[in-house]
């Protein structure tokens, strides 16, 4: 294994959704309509993640780290290489540009913040619940 296979990990790994986070993997499309449905009672964060990027694998782990709201929202995982018609369908229901990787919340059937790279912060999502 090379040194950035360990740092980064490679995209031949297995696809796991791991972590302290009870991910919800987003595979199809018609969970986009079970998102919106239940925003008007918690809400919903959608986490869209290349598993080639090593930038967006940082920025996943990062999240995780400080991630600390299991109770307060529910968390979406999105493999946007696997599932770029989801992706391109969130873009264009939520109204943002698609970026990678990417973060919203969805309150009220509408979302209310995106970010992506490096902007990707858990503190910053608590203040906007």
């Given amino acids: 294994m090379s040194i950035f296979n360990s740092l980064f990990g490679n995209s031949e790994e297995k696809k796991e959704i791991v972590g302290k986070i009870n991910w919800i993997p987003l595979t199809n499309l018609d969970q986009l309509n079970e998102i919106v449905s239940a925003s008007n009672e ?6 869209k993640h290349s598993t080639r990027c090593s930038i967006s694998r940082f920025a996943l782990k990062q999240f995780e780290n400080e991630f600390a709201l299991e109770d307060r929202v529910d968390t979406y995982f999105l493999d946007l290489l696997e599932y770029r018609d989801i992706s391109n369908e969130i873009a264009s229901r939520f109204g943002v540009y698609h970026q990678s990787p990417q973060l919203l919340l969805i309150k009220n059937g509408q979302s209310v913040y995106d970010v992506s790279h490096s902007d990707i912060d858990a503190g910053d999502l608590v203040e906007r619940l």
């Fill in 42 to 47: 918690k809400p919903v964060a959608i986490f």
